[in-house]
Structures are given as structure tokens and as C-alpha cells.
């Protein structure tokens, strides 16, 4: 069974940064992707990152690209996104998903299988 656990939320500054941890356990490693999503009250869930394991190949959205990092630890079994020069509209919850696949496009699909509860990111001025 997949289990997907994020950790890392909690409250940032403007202009600095966060740290996301995922891991995803009980993946047919390393044929899955990883993926970052994040969804406020108003607006729609948001894919802003992801990375297909087998290759490590990235993919960022146009709202984070320049500012966020995703990488995958082989040995710890654990995906980290990083984000830097926080801006208020990057408040979220923030959700880690895992994607059983052998296919680097379906990292692009917006319903991963296994998800995460989520970990909620405030950003102050």
C-alpha cells in the first residue's frame, strides 16, 4: 500500500524560503512521479511542480518557475520542493502526490493516485 506524508508547513516571511519534504512509501520505485500541489478557499488545486522518478525529469508551473526546486533522494525515498523569494500568493495548503507510471507525461495529469493530507503554508509580510 502507498502511503504519501508531507512535512515542512508552517509560516514564512515574504522573501524567504520554504522547504517541502514528501515521502511516498510502497512505490514501485522508481516508476512513479512525484507531485506538488496547492489550493486556497478561492482558487482551484494548482499543480506547481513535479518530478518522474525514473529519470528525474522536472516540470514547474509558470507561478513558481525561476523560484522553486524539486528533487528526489533515491536513497531516502523522499521528494523535496524548495521555494525561494516567497510572495503572499504562495499562502496555500500544499499537497504532496505520488503516480504509479512508466510514462514521464503522466506526471502532467492533475489525478495522481495516492495524496498526501497536506501541510499549510502562511506567508506574512
Known amino acids: 500500500q502507498v502511503r504519501v506524508m508531507e512535512s515542512g508547513g508552517g509560516s514564512f516571511q515574504t522573501g524567504g524560503s520554504l522547504r517541502l519534504s514528501c515521502t511516498a512509501s510502497g512505490t514501485d520505485h522508481p516508476n512513479y512521479c512525484i507531485g506538488w500541489f496547492r489550493q486556497t478557499p478561492s482558487s482551484g488545486r494548482e499543480g506547481i511542480a513535479n518530478i518522474f522518478v525514473r529519470t528525474n525529469t522536472e516540470y514547474y508551473a509558470d507561478s513558481v518557475k525561476g523560484r522553486a526546486t524539486i528533487s528526489h533522494n533515491n536513497r531516502e525515498m523522499t521528494a523535496t520542493l524548495q521555494i525561494d523569494n516567497l510572495q503572499p500568493e504562495d499562502a496555500a495548503m500544499y499537497y504532496c502526490?505520488?503516480?504509479?507510471?512508466?510514462?514521464?507525461?503522466?506526471?502532467?495529469?492533475?489525478?495522481?493516485?495516492?495524496w498526501g493530507q497536506g501541510t499549510r503554508i502562511s506567508i506574512s509580510s
Open positions: 502526490a505520488a503516480h504509479p507510471t512508466v510514462s514521464r507525461t503522466e506526471c502532467s495529469r492533475r489525478d495522481y493516485r495516492y
